[in-house]
Every structure is written in C-alpha cells, then in structure tokens.
C-alpha cells in the first residue's frame, strides 16, 4: 500500500475536469438573472431555478478559418462547449447538410427565394445528430459512464448511435406508443431502449428523477442540456455559411422544446458580433402541430405565460406538451417581428407531400408541419413573399411512413401485359 502514496485517491481522479475541456467556454450563465455557476452537469440557476446556458469568451476568428475545418459541425468547434482536439474522439460527425435552392417549392408558394436546410442527411436522420455530439463531447469530458435521454423518437435514435460509436453504454427512453420505426432505430444501436407508458413529458419527469439518483449518468437534455443545446447553434452557422456569409430574412423552425429555435437565433447574433455576417434585420417563425401548440396559442392570445397541454397529434418527434424554452422563443418570434403558426394533422401530410412532390426530399411529420405552416403563414400575410426565406427540414420521411402511408401508393396493380398498362392510362 505505501507505493500508492504519491497517488491521488481515485475519486478525485475521475472527478477532474482537463484544461480545455470546453474550448472557449467560460462559464454555464443564467437565462433570467445572469448569475455565473462553474462549467458541470447543472441545468438550473442556484439563485432563481431559471435555465443554464454556455456562455464564452470567444476568440478572433475568421471566415477562412472555419472554411478550412471539416465538412462538420467541428468546423466551428471555436464556438462550440468542446476540446480543441474534439476531432479526435470518436463521434458520429454530424452536420453540414445541404442547403437546396426550393424553386418549385417557391413556385407553388408564391414565394420570391426559398431554401430547404435538409438535415434529414445528418447520420441518424434527424438534426439530434448535432445537439447529441456536443452533449457525447460534455459526457466524456465531466467523466460521465452512462449516455442518457428521455426522447420523442430522434434524440433516442441519435444518442443511442453516438453512444455505440463512442463505445459508451446508453439508456434511453421513450413514450411507448411512438412510430415502430424510430422505436427500431434505437433498438439497433442499444440493448436498452425503455419504453415508458405515458406522454414525453412524463417520460422526461421520469428521467429528472433517474437523473438525480444514479451517479454518473449524462441525460443529454436533462443535466448537460446546456451543452447539447449548443449544438442547435450550427444549424444557424451553416445556414449562413451557405448563403455566402450573410443572413437570411425569414426563417421557419419547428418547436418542440424550443431549444432549437433559441439556439439558430443566438448563432445569428454571435455571427453579427464576431463580425462573421452583417448585421441586418430577420424574422424568426416558429412552426407547430395544432394538436401539441402550447407555444403558438400563447402566441396567439398575446400571452407570456405558456399552458401546458396533453398532446395529440400525428408529429410526435414535436409532442412535447410543456415546452422548456416555450417562452424565449415567444420572445424571439414578437422582436424579430416573425410568429408562431399552428397546423392539423390533415395539413402535416400534406405539407410532407407538397415537399415530395416539389423538390424531391422526404421529411418526416416535423418537417411536414413546417412546410405547412410556411404556407400557412404565406396564405395569412404574415410572410414576406418577397423576401429570402429557408425552411429546416429537421427529420427523415421514412421514420414516419405511417403519417402518408393510406395516401399514397400504386397508381394501378396490373398483369404484366402491355395492353393492361394502356388500360391504366397512364401511357403517353
Ligand atoms: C426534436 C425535434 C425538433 C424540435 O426540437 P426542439 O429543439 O426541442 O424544439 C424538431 N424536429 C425534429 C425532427 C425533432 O426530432
Ligand atoms: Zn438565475
């Protein structure tokens, strides 16, 4: 035993945090009251329980610099909660997705210019791919053993697939009557795939409770949810990139928690502050399904104070009926002079159709829901039609097959004869 005297005890060991371990963050700031607490597995301020965000002193940095990092979200880990050396742990290198010119989208609209920012291409086809590998990066770094979420479908899917990457063990959680697919696409990556009898908010009540009994457990939106929101921000940096390093006028984002939402404007403005883009004015518009819009009825009523509600609706991956960033994005929507809209379920299938049928990408029901309340928005005025919009297409059609499935299929079920075919009408 007396050789192990110049060690440390083992407890202090694994509890240290390494120099760098956050990049260029300094410390996790409250969103009410600006109260500073020390870079860690919190969520909550000390002082008034309002919500933790990353905050930083960033460097001097340059366009050219970020143009020559990876095709991924690393490319701005400078302004990302993660090690300079991020690049070399394994993950699952999310982002990056293409930005497509929306012609016949536009066309059908009325609109002047619109863009589809389609993360549907990200690894585990849906935007979570981003959020999750910042919240991978704050797991490793805090020594976390175990990766965690309580999710809607695509957090599970991506924490469940970063965390086989990373060689970590993973527990996740959903509502059990959630889309068979998504339910698969988790199951493939883990052996722990829980499926909790109840609404996604109980199922994240669930969670805060596990949270706060098992050490060592990173759940990715609850205890190191500030450093997973962060990820959202590389949506708002590439959009920019992509336009050629400025700004969009308008911009559509569904609401689920909100986060998202929150987080493409903040990119906005470190963008402007940094000197990366000109500053100019945009609008942000929120999009949710009317069977789970806390957000927009609040909006719609001219409210502050959100109710929470019991969701109903076929968009299940933006079912979340107590909405944690619901009033900030409230906030952004009235000073950037957007919105919030609401759409039925009828309208989700068709707005995944509309973006099938006129630009050939395959969103699942939260993108369906967005590109119906672009329409939305349009048919009501509240979109400047003139004006250079982008949609975010936030996840993959084929995790949600069931929403247009009685919608679509065979023209015509034929012999294979060409006289049958002509019958069909369908020869030229
Ligand atoms: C989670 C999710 C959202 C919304 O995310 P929030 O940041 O919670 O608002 C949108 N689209 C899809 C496909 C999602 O999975
Ligand atoms: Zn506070």
Known sequence: MSASVTERPASTATNEVREGAFGHARSL????????????????????????????????LTREEIEAGPPNIWR???????????????NTEPGFTRLLKADNLARELGLASVWVKDDSTNPTNSFKDRVVACALSAARELHATVFACPSTGNLANAVAAAGARAGMKTVVFIPSNLEKPKQVNSAVY?????????????????AQEIAAEEEGWAFVNVNVRPFYAEGSKTLGYEIAEQLGWRLPDQVVIPVASGSQLTKVHKAFQELIKLGLVEEKPYRIFGAQATGCSPVSTAYKAGVDAI???????????????????GIYVLDICRETG???????????????????????????????????????????????????????????????????????????????????????????
């Open 29 to 60: 700031a409250c969103r009410e009251c600006g109260t500073e607490v020390e870079l860690g597995p919190s969520y909550a301020c000390p002082e008034c329980f309002g919500p933790l965000e990353v905050a930083y002193d960033f460097p001097a």
């Open 338 to 428: 957007g919105a919030v809209e609401d759409v039925t379920d009828d309208e989700v299938r068709d707005g995944i159709l509309l973006l099938a049928r006129t630009e050939g990408i395959f969103t699942e029901t939260a993108g369906g829901t967005t590109v119906a309340c672009l329409r939305k928005l349009v048919e009501t005025g509240q979109l400047d039609v003139e004006a250079e919009t982008v949609v975010i297409n936030t996840g993959m059609g084929l995790k949600t097959l069931d929403a247009v499935a009685d919608r679509v299929g065979p023209a015509a079920t034929i012999p294979p004869s060409y006289d049958a075919f002509a019958a069909t009408g369908l020869s030229s």
């Open 190 to 206: 883990t052996e722990s795939l829980v499926a909790v009898d109840g609404t996604y908010d109980d199922v994240n009540k669930l």
């Open 76 to 90: 701005y880990k400078a302004l990302l909660p993660v090690p300079a050396d991020i690049e070399q742990s394994p």
């Open 307 to 325: 109710r929470p509600v019991k969701p109903d609706t076929i968009a299940k991956s933006l079912a979340i009926g107590n909405p944690a960033d």
